[in-house]
C-alpha cells in the first residue's frame, strides 16, 4: 500500500466506498425498510440517491423488482436483519423466478455482538435467503463489504439473471474502506453460429413451423427482433406458458394466442406444426399433470435461451444458449424470407355485453378501449387471466409485467417500481381484491411519490382462481376462500390515494375514464360477477 492509498484508506469509510459504487454502477435509488441494523449506513443519507420507503418488507422487494425489470438495471435493496429478510422472502422468490437483477442487502448486528446471539441477529444470514438467490455472502472483514457488493451486482446482471444476498454487520459501515476502481463488464454473449445454422435451416425447410416466445425476449428488449424473425418465417407465433411478459404484439397477424400450463391443451395447440421453436421460455412450464403428445412424437423441437439450467432440462428439444437479443439477430443474418403461406390470424372474440353484477370480461374489454397509449398494465388477477388474455390485448414491448412465480402480492407494489422508471407513461394494475391484500401497503409509497397509477381492483370477494380449482378438482365446500367486507375504497383513502367503487356497468366506463386521466394514484374498486371460470381447456 503507497502513502496515496494510505490517505485514502484513512479518509474513506465502507459507507463512503459503497455509495461511491453504487453510483458507478448508475444505481440511482435504494428501497427499504429501515431497522436499527441499517442505521450506520442510512445516517446523513445522500441526496442524489433517493431512498425509496415501502411499509412491508415484501412491498420494498416488489418494488425493486418492478423498477429493475423496467431499467434493465439491478436494483438495490437494504431489508432489516433476519425478520426484515423472512418478510422478503416470498417476492424474493419471485424475483428469482422473473429472473430480475436485484442486489439485497439485510443488516446484521454488530460483529463484536454475534457470539452472544444478540437480539435481531442473523444466524448464518448467508444462507437464510438461499435457494432463491444466484449468490449470498456475509463479508469475512468489514473492509470488504464494498468488493462484496460489487461481486453481488455483477452476479445479478449476468445471464439468466436473479437475485444476490450480502448481509453486513451494523458496525461495518463505519470502518475504513479502499475505493474500488471503476470497471465495466459486457454481460451479453453469442451463440454457437454452428447451431444457429443449423436451427435457420430447420425453420428453412419446415412446411408449418410455430414459434413459442417467452419471457426473456421482451426482457431483452428483443420483440422487434422476434416480430421480424416471426414475418420472415411466416411462423405463427403464440406465447409461453405462464409467460409473466408480454414477448410479441397481440393484435399482430401472425399471433396465435396463449399456450396453457396444461399439457392436453398445449399438445392440442401445437398439433398441426411440424417445428416448434421456443424462444426466451422453457420447453414447457406446466401447472397440472397430463400427457403432452408434442414432447413424446419425435417432433422436430428447438429452443433459444440465456439459462443454461433450462437447456438442461428440455429433454424433448435441441437448445441453444446465448444471449437472446445477440442470438435472434444472428438467426435473422442466417435466415431467408419464406415462401411458406401466412398463419391464419388470431379469431378476435365479440365484446361481452354489459350485466350487473358486472362481468370480469365486461370490465377488460372496457378497460381494453380506454387504455392511452404506452399504457403500462403490471397484472396479478390470476381467475380473470383467461379473460384478460381475450379482451385486454397487449401491444408487445415494454407494455405487460406480472409474477413468473405464481406467489401473489408482487404486482401492486411492482406497478409503483415500474412508475418510478417509466416517468410520463400511465401505469395500470390490474389486481385480484385477494392478491391486493398481500401487499396493500404499496399504495401508500404511491401516494407519496405522486405516481400515475390506476390500480383496478377486480373484486369477486375471494379467491377466484381456487373457486376454479376446487371445482376441476372435484372438492366441495373448502374453507378459507370467500373474502367478504373489505372496504378497499376505505383503505385506499387512508394510505392517501383517491378511489372509488364502481355501482353498476352502466357507470364503469366514467369511472375508469377519470381514473386513467387522474395525476396521482387512484384506485377503483369493481365487483365483479363470482361466476366460476375454467383456467384450463379452453381457447385462450
Known amino acids: 500500500m503507497n502513502k496515496n492509498d494510505t490517505i485514502a484508506w484513512r479518509s474513506l469509510s465502507v459507507r ?135 461481486r453481488a451486482y455483477h452476479t445479478a446482471m449476468q445471464h439468466p439473471r436473479g437475485p444476490t444476498f450480502v448481509s453486513v454487520p451494523s458496525d461495518d459501515w463505519s470502518h475504513a474502506a479502499l475505493p474500488l476502481p471503476e470497471r465495466s463488464v459486457a454481460y451479453e454473449f453469442g451463440p454457437d453460429l454452428d447451431a444457429i445454422a443449423r436451427l435457420s435451416n430447420a425453420i428453412g425447410v419446415s412446411k408449418r413451423p410455430a414459434f413459442v416466445v417467452g419471457p426473456m425476449v421482451d ?18 407465433v403464440w406465447a409461453s406458458p405462464m409467460s409473466s411478459r408480454c414477448s410479441f404484439p397481440e393484435r399482430h397477424g401472425h399471433f396465435a394466442g396463449f399456450l396453457q400450463a396444461a399439457p392436453e391443451p398445449l399438445s392440442a395447440a401445437l398439433e398441426p406444426y411440424d417445428l416448434i421453436v421456443v424462444f426466451g421460455a422453457p420447453v414447457f412450464t406446466f401447472h397440472v399433470e397430463g400427457h403432452c403428445g408434442v414432447l413424446q412424437d419425435g417432433r422436430k423441437i428447438w429452443q ?3 439459462d443454461p439450467a433450462e437447456a438442461a432440462i428440455s429433454h424433448s428439444a435441441n ?24 398463419p391464419a390470424p388470431r379469431v378476435v372474440p365479440p365484446a361481452p355485453g354489459p350485466a350487473d353484477p358486472i362481468p370480469g370480461a365486461f370490465a377488460l374489454n372496457i378497460l381494453s378501449r380506454l387504455l392511452p397509449p404506452g399504457a403500462i398494465v403490471v397484472e396479478e388477477a390470476p381467475s380473470h387471466r383467461p379473460a384478460i388474455q381475450r379482451y385486454l390485448p397487449m401491444a408487445g414491448a415494454d407494455s405487460f409485467y406480472t409474477m413468473a412465480s405464481g406467489g401473489l402480492g408482487y404486482s401492486l407494489p411492482a406497478s409503483v417500481g415500474v412508475a418510478l422508471a417509466r416517468p410520463g407513461r400511465r401505469i395500470v394494475c390490474l389486481v385480484g381484491d385477494g392478491s391486493a391484500m398481500y401487499s396493500i401497503q404499496s399504495l401508500w409509497t404511491a401516494a407519496q411519490h405522486n405516481l400515475p397509477i390506476t390500480f383496478l381492483v377486480l373484486n369477486n370477494a375471494g379467491y377466484g382462481a381456487m373457486r376454479a380449482f376446487s371445482r376441476s378438482m372435484q372438492i366441495s365446500a373448502p374453507p378459507g376462500i370467500d373474502l ?46 363470482r361466476g366460476t371460470v375454467q383456467l384450463y381447456g379452453t381457447d385462450h
Not at 422476434?226 to 405463427?236: Q, S, Y
Not at 444458449?321 to 401466412?342: D, M, N, Y
Request: glycine letters at 8%; proline letters at 8%.
Open 16 to 150: 463512503g466506498a459503497t455509495l461511491d459504487l453504487l453510483r458507478s454502477l448508475k444505481i440511482d435509488r435504494v428501497f427499504g425498510n429501515p431497522g436499527s441494523t441499517e442505521l450506520n449506513f442510512l445516517r446523513d443519507w445522500p441526496d442524489d440517491i433517493p431512498y425509496i420507503l415501502g411499509l412491508q418488507e415484501s412491498c420494498v422487494v416488489g418494488m425493486a423488482d418492478g423498477y429493475a425489470q423496467a431499467t434493465g438495471n439491478a436494483a438495490f435493496v437494504n431489508l432489516h436483519s433476519a425478520a426484515g429478510v423472512g418478510h422478503a422472502l416470498g417476492n424474493l422468490f419471485t424475483a428469482f423466478r422473473n429472473k430480475t437483477p436485484l442486489v439485497v442487502t439485510a443488516g446484521q448486528q454488530s460483529r463484536s455482538l454475534l457470539p452472544l446471539q444478540p437480539y435481531l441477529y442473523a444466524e448464518q444470514a448467508a444462507e437464510f435467503p438461499k435457494p432463491y438467490v444466484k449468490w449470498s455472502v456475509e463479508p469475512a472483514r468489514p473492509e470488504d463489504v464494498p468488493a462484496a457488493i460489487a
Open 319 to 342: 437448445s441453444i444458449i446465448g444471449a437472446l437479443r445477440p442470438s435472434l439477430a444472428a438467426l435473422l443474418e442466417q435466415l431467408g424470407p419464406s415462401g411458406r403461406p401466412l
Open 219 to 236: 426482457r431483452a428488449h428483443a420483440v422487434d427482433n422476434i416480430v421480424a424473425l416471426a414475418e420472415r418465417a411466416n411462423a405463427a
Open 304 to 306: 433459444l435461451t440465456d
Open 484 to 529: 367478504p367486507g373489505i372496504d378497499f375504497v376505505g383503505m385506499a383513502t387512508s394510505l392517501g390515494c383517491r378511489a372509488a367503487r364502481v355501482g353498476a356497468a352502466a357507470d364503469l366506463a366514467g369511472q375508469l375514464h377519470e381514473a386513467l386521466a387522474s395525476d396521482g394514484p387512484f384506485l377503483v374498486d369493481i365487483p365483479v360477477d
